[in-house]
């Protein structure tokens, strides 16, 4: 019966830990600490005086989300590998609520990269698996720009004569910013979408079947925003609802004429809440 319960207690204690990110599962090379200031304390500055970039994962017990984030991302070895270049920290929004207002989380999970001096110079809303999030992190390694920075870069590639491929990655990026929880940028970013040629409402539809709850919904209202279209889309609903309602959303697409696919047209500011 002690015994018992002995392993019991050390099993309980093992959950806590996990749960909490002060242990690192077997094969995990990824060691979150629970606030920012205790991962800086495990950061002395460089030779150069450089200091590691922080990532920081908003998460809660009970989303579903976060935990195959964490099952499937922050174990896979591609991530692990670049572990040891950043400084990690996991946030549970029902415990620091805090900090979660300050950085402006909403849904979850989400994930952001900070400088030195904490500022943010990339997020990523929702539920990434580990391809994506191996390039988003290298993004941050390679491009460590503050946001206003990255979206002005953006918006230039947007206007800029470049091949289906190198357009789509951009707009991709563009519908990342307007699912973060700010709204830093959205005016700007619309008014530039509606000077794009055809291309962009094809590639809206295809990202209304991200796995990234946050980028659905962000895909469907630019769509509806610059179309005006009377069309429904629940990006919360069950995988098969969402296939139907895309599917009519591609019929309404396809059976306009291509001279009227082009989005010219002045947007609105957007007053959504």
């Not at 019991?8 to 093992?14: K, N, Q, W, Y």
Request: aromatic share 6%.
């Amino acid at each position: 019966m002690v015994r018992t319960a002995m392993i019991f207690g050390l099993s309980a204690t093992v959950v806590i830990l996990i749960n909490c990110g002060c242990l690192a599962l077997p094969g995990m090379a990824v060691e979150f600490e629970p606030t920012i200031e205790k991962a800086r304390e495990k950061d002395p500055p460089a030779d150069d005086g450089q200091k590691k970039l922080l990532v920081i994962t908003f998460g809660a017990d009970w989303c579903k989300w976060c935990r195959k984030l964490e099952a499937d991302t922050f174990l896979d070895e591609r991530v692990n590998a670049l572990a040891d270049k950043f400084l990690w920290v996991k946030v549970d929004v029902e415990e620091q609520t805090e900090l979660a207002a300050r950085f402006g989380v909403q849904g979850l999970p989400q994930t952001f990269v900070l400088d030195s001096d904490d500022r943010v110079i990339a997020t990523r809303p929702g539920y990434t698996g580990p391809d994506e999030f191996v390039k988003f992190l290298n993004g941050a390694l390679l491009n460590p720009q503050p946001p206003e920075v990255v979206l002005l870069n953006l918006l230039d590639r947007l206007q800029a004569e470049e091949g289906v491929e190198e357009r789509n990655q951009t707009i991709t990026r563009l519908v990342e910013h307007l699912a973060r929880s700010d709204r830093d940028g959205r005016d700007v970013i619309l008014q530039a979408m509606a000077q794009t040629e055809s291309g962009l409402l094809a590639t809206l539809i295809d990202l209304m079947a991200d796995q990234r709850l946050a980028v659905r919904a962000a895909a469907s209202g630019t769509f509806l925003k610059l179309t005006r279209a009377e069309l429904v889309f629940d990006p919360f609903g069950e995988p098969k609802q969402r296939e139907q309602q895309l599917q009519t959303w591609k019929t309404w697409l396809d059976a306009r004429p291509m001279s009227q696919r082009r989005t010219k047209q002045q947007v609105p500011p957007d007053d959504s809440q």
